[in-house]
């Protein structure tokens, strides 16, 4: 059960009792964050809170990576990350854009922040292509639902995907396809008449209960191909990098 595994939300479906909402912003981490999140994740994951500040930084400081955080009065409370990865024949993963891990302290779950992250970069990932893939443990239901209820469908199962093997021996290779626009109604409409269309990009994420601000302007390290899966893996050429699976 996914319950019994530290590493995963205790999953229950329709629990007794349902927290309230919370206001949560949902934005890009710069490195003034950097401590906090890390102190996070070593709660929710273990290891030292330097050892993650460092995998942290360096994902921070790629540039085909994104890092995402969640405060609720400007506590950060959860994290996440997305990533370029490139194909890795030997488990049939495919390149492509992934998330490759997702924490939440464990005094706010249950509130809507793992899918509000989940979210944010699934956007920032159909900005680039037209696909977005995760692998997570079968055993992982509660991410799971998650993501089915997101609209990823499963694509493949097996041990391992991106190199990365799994709590209780498989896993499940997730995709989710950008949603397409509904075609215009054309009737009495004359092409003159139709708005001009800049790209199929989905529109900014709008919800009861968070808000997203608009995204920081680009830096010089947007402005150049990088390959960081998550934090932690190493940036010098000819390694391979080992994303963390979504959790």
Sequence with gaps: MAGTDP???AYAPDPAERHAPVIAVVAEATEDDVPALAELQARARGGSA????DRIHRALRGERSLV???????EAVGYASAAYLPAHPADGAPAG???????VDAAWRRRGLARLLTRRRMEWAWERESTVWCFVSARNRASLDLHRELGFEQAE???SFQGIGFAGGKGRLLRADRPQPPPPDLAG??????????????GPISTCDATTPTRRPPSAHDASAREAPRPGDPAE????RQPLAEA
């Design 189 to 202: 409409t004359s092409r003159e008449s139709l708005p001009e269309r800049h790209g199929p990009g989905p």
């Design 50 to 53: 330097d050892e993650w500040a």
């Design 7 to 9: 590493r995963f939300a």
């Design 97 to 103: 854009h992934y998330l490759t891990g997702v924490t």
């Design 68 to 74: 995402v955080t969640a405060k609720v009065s400007s």
């Design 237 to 240: 050429p000819g390694v391979r």
């Design 157 to 159: 199962f097996g041990a």
